[in-house]
């Protein structure tokens, strides 16, 4: 019997008007981007190619997918940014990191409106002053949003959150498999990367716990993960930084020792290389990109 096992935080939800300052490369983040697109038009560029945004159309950014976002002229759309959670480390959309996009029924758009609703406040707009603005702050704030939430609003928000993303669970490029049951090897070498992600790593140390020939223990990792038990880590690595950096302002050094990077220069050339950013860089972007300019827009949402 399957069952649910993925859990979302809510971050931010609003409707927004955008201009042609929503123009941003290589964005690349750790929570996920939901729209429906109510008028104007943008687009949006990843690796597997354009994706437009029209009105009516819903579209899915899954967690730690890279893209361009563009608006050349004007985009009203209904947004929510959102953080999964899932007991083995293993996101919904693991083996699907695509732009998807559907028609929108009446119901998407009742289920906007209506989260909206139960959810005020959670615009992202705060300060056009960088030095005003505090991300870990900003991030414990809906922290305790969804902590505030009444047992009613949590379970309608994770609901709301549900139905939408089964929408795109229909598609073609959705892929499936990872809903296959993982042995308990392999899950216990997960659960272990995730709690000791700072540590140094060894395919052999957990090949050793597992009971296992080292080759054997990476055949079978990469059997059920999709990658080897090397690139495993290191992409929880990065994906652990990139949190770090968009949600804190822990200095880079101290991110690459929290992330078990042997120093800070290669933790610098390998998150450029997985993200096309440097640290620095990336910082930077996300900052901008939740930067109010109340001269070119009515409200900014990415």
């Keep these: 019997m399957k069952f649910i096992k993925n859990h979302f935080h809510l971050l931010n939800a609003d409707c927004v ?10 964005v690349i983040s750790p929570y996920y981007r939901l729209y429906y697109i109510e008028e104007g038009e943008g687009y949006i560029n990843s690796p597997e190619g354009r994706t ?25 759309q209904y947004f929510m940014q959102f953080f999964e959670e899932s007991p083995d480390g293993i996101s919904l959309f693991s083996h699907c990191r695509e732009i998807l996009s559907v028609t929108a029924g009446e119901l998407d758009i009742a289920n906007f ?10 615009g992202i707009n705060r300060s056009d002053n960088p ?3 505090e991300k870990d702050v900003y991030y414990k704030e809906y922290t305790q949003l969804n902590d505030l939430q009444s047992i009613s609003v949590q379970f309608e928000t994770q609901g709301i959150i549900l139905q939408l993303l089964s929408r795109f ?13 993982i042995p308990s090897t392999v899950m216990a070498a997960i659960s272990f990367i995730q709690i000791n992600i700072g540590q140094q790593l060894k ?3 957990l090949a050793s716990r ?3 020939n080292t080759d054997y223990f990476s055949r079978i990792f990469h059997r059920y993960t999709g990658k080897s038990p090397i690139n495993y880590i290191l992409e929880k690595r990065i994906e652990r930084a990139q949190y770090l950096i968009i949600t804190t302002c822990i200095q880079y050094g101290e991110i690459a020792e929290l992330t078990g990077f042997e120093n800070p220069q290669y933790f610098s050339r390998i998150f450029k290389k997985v993200t096309g950013l440097s640290p620095k860089e990336y910082r930077k972007q996300n900052q901008n990109m939740n930067l109010l300019h109340p001269d070119s827009q009515e409200k900014t949402g990415v």
């Design 17 to 26: 008007k955008l201009g042609n300052r929503w123009n941003f490369i290589n």
């Design 52 to 76: 437009v945004l029209n009105p009516g159309s819903l579209i899915l950014i899954p967690s730690f997918t890279l893209c361009d976002l563009h608006c050349d002229g004007s985009l009203t």
């Design 113 to 122: 409106k209506r989260l909206l609703s139960i959810n005020p406040g959670r």
């Design 131 to 133: 030095k005003v603005y």
């Design 169 to 181: 669970m229909k598609s073609d490029r959705f892929k499936g498999n990872h809903i296959a049951v």
């Design 203 to 205: 395919v052999s140390q």
């Design 210 to 212: 597992a009971n296992l």
